[in-house]
């Protein structure tokens, strides 16, 4: 068990509509990764927070934007949902930026956007 | 660019071996990753590689050749539970970012 927990687990939204999703990181683990996961694709990185700041992004529009709290907890935000940010939301934490650092998967919110 | 190639669909037999390939052309290489991904689940960390050479961790091993820019996951003695897709992804830096990029993963069919 990694102990990134994430929610939702599923959720159905309308194109146009906002959605929030949740992903609290494993104790002691101070870097947070979004990923965007397409049926049938790889992750796609979307950006990565570190002690509260969002220190790189990935080839995302302003809509996806994100949180980190200082207890490393942290929020995506999507405005104007669209039907191709139909996906599995995939959170990762690690322990660091260091160069044997692991990132542990949450287990994913299952967005639906119809 | 970054850009990770692995074959899409793999088919292996019960107790037999297989060997996945990954081939990467990235920028800022700091280790590559092999995960396991089962149907609606979260990845799971496999192996990790970041000198040239061959990681060993019981039925699975990892090998690493930086200068050819390529990877490979061995399964040993396969269980049908092994049938699940497989992800290679490469850690780059830039910036102050560690990120992984990934493959488009490889679907592995364990028959009996």
């Known amino acids: 068990e990694t102990g990134v927990t994430q929610s939702p687990t599923h959720l159905i939204k309308t194109r146009g509509q906002q959605v929030t999703l949740r992903c609290s990181s494993q104790s002691g683990h101070n870097t947070v990764s979004w990923y965007q996961q397409a049926l049938g694709q790889g992750p796609q990185f979307i950006f990565q927070y570190y002690r509260e700041e969002e220190n790189g992004r990935g080839n995302f529009p302003p809509r996806f934007s994100g949180l980190q709290f200082p207890n490393y907890s942290s929020e995506l935000n999507v405005n104007a949902l669209e039907l191709d940010d139909s996906a599995l939301y995939l959170c990762?934490?690690?322990?660091?930026?260091?160069?044997?650092?692991?990132?542990?998967f949450g287990q994913g919110t299952r967005l639906t956007v119809v | 660019g970054q850009n990770i190639d692995q074959p899409t669909e793999m088919t292996a037999t019960e107790g037999a071996i297989v060997q996945i390939n990954c081939t990467y052309q990235?920028?800022?290489?700091?280790?590559l990753f092999w995960y396991q991904q089962h149907a609606g689940e979260a990845p799971t960390f496999l192996s990790y590689?970041?000198?040239?050479g061959l990681e060993e961790k019981g039925r699975f091993s990892s090998f690493l050749s930086r200068s050819k820019g390529y990877s490979y996951l061995l399964l040993k003695e396969l269980q049908m539970k092994d049938s699940a897709s497989y992800l290679c992804?490469?850690?780059?830096?830039?910036?102050?970012?560690?990120?992984?990029?990934f493959g488009t993963g490889t679907l592995l069919a364990v028959q009996p």
């Open positions: 990762a934490s690690s322990p660091g930026q260091g160069e044997n650092t692991e990132a542990f």
């Open positions: 992804a490469v850690r780059v830096y830039g910036g102050a970012t560690n990120k992984l990029i």
């Open positions: 990235t920028s800022g290489f700091n280790g």
């Open positions: 590689n970041v000198l040239d």
